[in-house]
């Protein structure tokens, strides 16, 4: 193994969000990345791991022979192949980021957030969600779009333990108008997600569009030049991955908390946490935008030289 630029395999299921998260810890530790797109057969596709044993015949994409010296997963699909080729091959450093819902000794580390309370000696555990988001300042190409005053506003949807209807857009949408009053001179910039349905934006359309700039979904996503260039976020409480980006900026957060479907002690716990470090507010307790400053989170590299350390401490033991 090149210690200093290991060859990486990332699985997931081709979903953003895990592939964000298992790029930003590989680019962390090499240059060398593969992605992988599992697919998996019936019934495994449905079941958790561990009901049923793995074989080469479960999975229905190609799988490279040039083996890796690590393997990042991420999701419950991406574990099937994560075991099969820990099984394999012993000597496969296999880490995969969030709760396998399997025994954590089948790997050799698991990194999840501390709202999941999954610990463990081989876990490592993670100030909200790994991304692949860098902390640089160097997409304000276009000068007249730089805009020092910009406020984005990311929108994200209804999910199995948040409300976000007609009424709660409604109210997202009223808020921004009182705030746009009270500071004249700010530019709000208003982002939808992936899950935003077009219930949502037709009303933030309807709403918002004379008084901010929007993107519901075509053209390029401004999404990353958001990131770097906000003096201030708003964004839905349904979403922690786009908390978890927004922080890396080390710009103020404030959250629309969404009323809850059905309480999860998940979604307190990092909404508390991120209180707690002085990284975000509630949007409710205030009818202007204060500027606050925090340590900037940047998780993925903080993460990756633990895991760098440990390799190579382990590596030096092996001779």
């Known amino acids: 193994m090149n210690i200093n630029n290991p060859k990486i395999w990332t699985l997931t299921d081709g979903s953003k969000g895990m592939v964000s998260q298992v790029l930003g810890l590989a680019f962390q530790l090499s240059n060398d990345v593969t992605e992988i797109e599992t697919d998996v057969i019936f019934p495994w596709s449905k079941l958790q791991p561990g009901l049923l044993p793995i074989s080469k015949w479960i999975f229905r994409n190609q799988i490279p022979n040039n083996l890796p010296d690590i393997i990042i ?3 419950r699909k991406s574990v099937y192949l994560s075991l099969y080729l820990k099984n394999k091959y012993s000597k496969i450093i296999n880490i995969h980021i969030q709760n396998p819902k399997i025994s954590p000794k089948k790997f050799s580390y698991i990194v999840a957030p501390n709202h999941d309370n999954f610990v ?3 876990i490592l555990n993670s100030i909200g969600a790994l991304h692949n988001f860098r902390r640089i300042n160097n997409l304000k190409q276009n000068s007249e779009n730089n805009n020092k005053h910009l406020v984005s506003c990311i929108i994200g949807g209804e999910n199995n333990h948040y409300i976000f209807g007609k009424k709660e857009a409604n ?3 009223n808020k921004i108008k009182k705030l746009k009053r009270n ?4 530019e709000f910039f208003i982002i939808s997600s992936r899950r935003t349905n077009e219930i949502i934006k037709g009303i933030i359309k309807d709403e918002l569009s004379s008084i901010c700039k929007i993107w519901l979904g075509e053209g390029k996503n401004p999404y990353e030049y958001a990131l770097h260039n906000s003096k201030f976020f ?3 409480s349904d979403s922690t ?3 978890s980006e927004a922080s890396i900026s080390g710009m103020p957060i404030y959250i629309y908390q969404l009323p809850f479907k059905r309480k999860s002690i998940r979604f307190e716990s990092f909404h508390q946490e991120f209180k707690s470090l002085n990284i975000t507010r509630d949007l409710s307790s205030t009818n202007t935008l204060e500027t606050w400053s925090y340590n900037n989170l940047d998780e993925s590299k903080r993460i990756a030289g633990i895991i760098k350390k440990r390799i190579i401490e382990g590596y ?3 001779f």
């Open 73 to 75: 997963s991420c999701g």
């Open 120 to 122: 463990g000696n081989n």
């Open 171 to 173: 109210n997202l949408c």
């Open 183 to 186: 500071n004249s001179n700010l």
């Open 234 to 236: 708003i964004i839905t």
């Open 241 to 243: 991955s786009m908390i």
């Open 316 to 318: 030096n033991e092996s």
